[in-house]
């Protein structure tokens, strides 16, 4: 492993980890294993190995609920006109989102237990990419797929350019109700994907190139995916972060995010 002093230029670059049923930390290019009961100061861990106590607070672990919003579902836990929220389907204190996705979407939210994870998620010049499935009226044209490429300026502004292809007709669970018989006939599909997250920003930015939202499903935040979720049903994560010293850090997640979809 390494000593106190050289700890001291590399101990930002270090993360801990569990690798092989225990804890190791990782500083700079050397891994130091811990296998048992941590001294309070700094000395030898019961392999022999020596430690240095102020690595072992450079990160914290946070829990992640990912959830397959149905459609129709607000992206709260209360509604005073009686509409279906999260709370029908998360039971565990403490979880808000980070991010939204509107009641009229369908797909990924990703519930945090820990501020600073949920500022990482929502926070847009993080440019945290997101991924969706757009069911679109007509069919979408080239001339189009290159606006939504370059970014469209809407009334709040210009979005900056989104990755765009055509895709074909996705493998879905049904909605219900479903997309209405005659305006699904003619319809396109799309996979786009954006790193801001203004309120109701790609349904604003598909009719701006002539080509309305039908339906909308989120179908990834960052390196996370719906996988196999169905709607309503969901999955708990440990996701490692680097502890902050940052006077004012958030300790709770923040309870009105905003969203794009």
């Known amino acids: 492993c390494i000593d106190g ?5 590399s101990a930002r670059r270090g993360q801990s980890r569990r690798g092989e049923g225990r804890l190791m930390l990782d500083v700079g290019n050397h891994r130091c294993p811990v296998t048992g009961p941590l001294p309070k100061t700094g000395g030898i861990l019961p392999d022999g190995q020596p430690h240095c106590p102020s690595l072992l607070t450079m990160e914290h672990m946070a829990e992640l609920i990912l959830l397959n919003k149905p459609y129709r579902v607000l992206t709260q836990f209360t509604d005073p006109q009686g509409r279906a929220t999260l709370a029908d389907y998360i039971q565990r204190p ?10 009229d979407s369908e797909g990924l939210v990703a519930l945090c237990d820990d501020g600073a994870l949920q500022q990482r998620i929502a926070d847009p010049r993080r440019k945290l990419w997101k991924r969706y499935w757009l069911q679109l009226e007509g069919r979408i044209t080239d001339a189009a797929l290159d606006q939504l490429r370059r970014g469209v300026t809407l ?3 210009p979005t900056r350019p989104a990755k765009v292809a055509r895709i074909t007709s996705p493998t879905l669970w049904p909605r219900t109700p479903p997309v ?7 319809s396109s599909w799309i996979e786009i994907a954006i790193c801001e997250g203004r309120n109701r920003q790609l349904r604003r930015m598909t009719a701006a190139v002539g080509f309305p939202v039908l339906r909308l499903v989120r179908v990834a935040i960052g390196d996370w995916s719906l996988d196999a979720l169905r709607p309503g049903e969901s999955r708990s994560l440990t996701v490692h972060l680097p502890r902050s010293n940052t006077r004012g850090q958030q300790r709770g997640p923040r309870r009105r995010p905003r969203g794009s979809g």
């Not at 002093?5 to 230029?9: L, P, T, V, W």
């Not at 209405?180 to 006939?185: L, M």
């Open 155 to 157: 009334k709040d502004g």
């Open 94 to 103: 403490g979880f808000y989102p980070a991010g939204r996705l509107d009641y």
């Open 180 to 186: 209405p018989a005659h305006r699904d006939a003619g």
């Open 5 to 9: 002093a050289a700890n001291r230029g």
